[in-house]
């Protein structure tokens, strides 16, 4: 069941340069893909587009059946509302502690505090930080503080879950470590991922989809793909 539509996406910025050409891609609901490529390859263009943080100068970008890219500004909060991101930097509130900074996404949309507990603890369990709800940021490690970024990005159970680079800041071994929390959301909420990431280990041990970008093009769509059919990236 296709849930993200890209037909014929064009991106131009205004000082001219092609971020996105002639890009058509559908994703099925429940997938996991990769997005990978040079730096300049479109990429993050392609990510921000689909949270809306960029629009195609043509085409169109079709998430459930939403027109993204007509979206108007004052609107787009009701997307992202149904969406989880992930960043490569933490982006956690350091004042709050681990149970705070998840529950925050929820009291943002007004949502009680009986309510918000419970899908607090179920989403920190899920990333296996239950014990830590008490913490702040700085008493966490690198890996455990992207955990909770990811708590955070589940907690209202999205449909769609978009990593940009989750573990560009990680070791290997904890890189390794967000993967399998990753995988397991994918396999037990059946959320679909899509994770933009230059790291070759980590694709190569996952054997999951694999969307390679080539100056803004489509240049290869692998399933159950790895990096060694672009060793040159």
Request: proline residues 3%; aromatic residues 6%.
């Amino acid at each position: 069941m296709r849930f993200i539509e890209i037909k014929n996406c064009y991106k131009v910025y205004k000082n001219g340069v092609a971020a996105i050409a002639d890009l058509t891609l559908n994703i099925n609901k429940g997938e996991f893909v990769f997005v990978i490529g040079a730096s300049g390859s479109g990429k993050s263009t392609l990510i921000k587009m689909l949270y809306r943080e960029e629009k195609p100068t043509k085409g169109t970008v079709e998430i459930g059946g939403i027109n993204v890219g007509k979206l108007r500004n004052r609107t787009v909060y009701k997307l992202r509302r149904k969406l989880g991101i992930v960043f490569q930097d933490f982006k956690l509130l350091p004042k709050l502690t681990v149970y705070e900074n998840v529950a925050f996404a929820l009291e943002c949309l007004g949502m009680k505090s009986k309510e918000i507990r419970p899908k607090v603890i179920k989403a920190l369990d899920h990333v296996g930080l239950k014990e830590k709800l008490r913490s702040f940021p700085n008493e966490l490690s690198g890996g455990e503080q992207q955990r909770v970024c990811i708590a955070r990005a589940i907690v209202n159970k999205p449909k769609l879950l978009i990593c940009d680079e989750p573990t560009g800041n990680l070791d290997p071994k904890t890189s390794m470590e967000i993967m399998d929390v990753l995988d397991t959301i994918n396999k037990e909420l059946g959320t679909t991922i899509i994770m933009a990431t230059h790291d070759k280990e980590m694709v190569n041990r996952m054997k999951k989809r694999v969307i390679v970008l080539d100056s803004g093009v489509l240049s290869e769509d692998h399933e159950k793909g790895s990096y060694k059919a672009s060793e040159s990236i």
